[in-house]
């Protein structure tokens, strides 16, 4: 006999009820309905990549998060004795697995425009929400698969964009009650800044440094960096950008190309949210991804330990690394497993967020099975939703179906009901009873839609 398996998951992923579904369904309507009025349209990629598309486009660190799948078949045959025999998975990768997971939907995006540049209208405004993948150690908020849902704009180098994928975030905060603050940033200004520590030798370990700020405070990036031999002074300039006494503004910071961009984007983006306190320039914010180029987003909910639950920046060569003409991009990206939790620890989702069944009829007895049914079915044929149900249980037992549903209305349905087409109709919040027919029954439900 074969031994029974206790079900269980995989680390850092998750089921979700049906109630669960409804809920992150209210929060991908309210994104997909604020990027269509934006123009943006929606597209798919497969969630399986090649190996050589996802690699070198995340960092170091990124590489290491990769989920990697092995080759079809006896994937070993083909490694050579020599490699085997180093036991090192980096020079043995290579040979058994040449796809991957994604691990998000902005390096796929590239690719895709490169491969339809022939089929696409430029510039082209895309949304895309799916699953993505990560091998990160699972924490709050942090999951090895979890859903991105993402708005890019491709072909175009105007500042507006910025501008408008900003207040795309405004509008879906708003829409959702969640109160934030977008945090805003320019790689620029973190390269002009590397430009004044040991000559810029160290820009990249400064930006990643930088981007551990929120987890190790202001000291702790200091102390890591301190082992580069950095002098005093350049420490304590460090510690002057991180705590906001050295900014874009500075005139030191615009005497270079890099340093007059970062100040002109930025100054032209910042004088569009003047009234706007929830906009803010964030100095430490550095978005540890190679890719970026310009302006880069952290957003951040208010009064959560949750980390940022949104994200993005502008990448102006993604489009060059799979051999096609340089198309500068911008994009933003909503971490909906965290936007969710948010939501659930502010109590945020409306009540009435699963009733897509608005009434349970149920039949006293065989006999009025088939006239219950049609009287569900005159309802479906309009539209609301309704639900019979069969099975001879205790009342109890139907009102915690309906409960555990969301179903706000039940109506037993016995001999007199069938005789005289009215109905006892029971609000199962507050107890309360009407008498109404089948035409009355839709009217109620329409005034309610």
């Not at 349209?41 to 399986?48: D, M, N, W």
């Not at 079809?72 to 083909?78: A, N, Q, T």
């Not at 190679?290 to 208010?302: H, L, P």
């Amino acid at each position: 006999m074969s031994q029974k398996i206790k079900p269980s998951l995989s680390k850092g992923t998750r089921d979700f009820l049906p109630r669960e579904v409804a809920k992150r369904n209210y929060i991908f309507e309210t994104i997909k309905a604020v990027f269509r009025k934006y123009g943006f349209e929606q597209i798919e990629t497969p969630a399986i990549e090649r190996l050589e598309t996802l690699t070198g486009k995340y960092g170091d660190e990124g590489d290491k998060l990769l989920f990697k799948i092995l080759n079809s078949g006896d994937y070993l045959k083909d490694v050579p004795d020599e490699v085997l025999t180093t036991h090192n998975s980096q020079l043995a990768t290579k040979h058994i697995a040449e796809k991957g997971l994604r691990y998000d939907l902005t390096v796929p995006l590239a690719r895709y425009v490169v491969q339809h540049k022939s089929e696409i209208t430029f510039p082209f405004k895309r949304f895309h929400i799916g699953p993505v993948w990560r091998a990160d150690r699972p924490q709050k908020g942090r999951y090895q698969e979890f859903y991105q849902c993402d708005a890019d704009v491709i072909g175009s180098t105007s500042l507006w964009n910025e501008v408008e994928l900003t207040q795309i975030f405004l509008e879906v905060y708003k829409a959702l009650k969640i109160p934030v603050t977008i945090l805003v940033n320019h790689r620029l200004y973190l390269q002009r800044i590397g430009d004044f520590v040991k000559q810029g030798a160290i820009t990249a370990e400064i930006i990643a440094a930088f981007d551990k700020c929120d987890k190790i405070g202001i000291d702790g990036v200091l102390n890591e960096l301190s082992k580069y031999g950095l002098s005093q002074e350049e420490l304590n300039l460090l510690r002057n950008v991180l705590s906001g006494t050295i900014n874009y503004l500075n005139i030191e910071i615009q005497e270079s190309e890099e340093g007059k961009k970062a100040h002109n984007d930025l100054s032209k983006f910042f004088g569009q949210f003047t009234n706007e306190s929830a906009v803010i320039f964030y100095p430490a914010l550095a978005r540890g991804l190679d890719y970026y180029t310009g302006i880069i987003w952290e957003v951040v909910c208010n009064g959560v330990q949750m980390g940022s639950i949104a994200s993005g920046g502008r990448y102006d060569n993604l489009t060059e690394m799979f051999g096609g003409q340089n198309l500068s991009g911008v994009g933003i990206s909503f971490g909906i497993e965290r936007i969710y939790d948010v939501m659930e620890e502010l109590n945020l989702f409306p009540d009435t967020i699963s009733q897509g069944v608005k009434i349970l009829f149920v039949p006293r007895e065989p006999a009025v099975e088939e006239f219950t049914y049609t009287q569900v079915q005159t309802l479906r044929d309009a539209g609301i939703g309704a639900e019979i149900f069969l099975g001879n249980v205790k009342k109890q037992k139907q009102f915690d179906y309906a409960t555990a549903k969301g179903i706000l209305y039940i109506a037993e349905i016995g001999q007199d009901e069938v005789a005289s087409g009215v109905f006892r109709v029971k609000n199962i919040s507050t107890r309360e009873e009407i008498r109404q027919n089948i035409d009355e029954l839709l009217h109620l439900f329409i005034s309610q839609q």
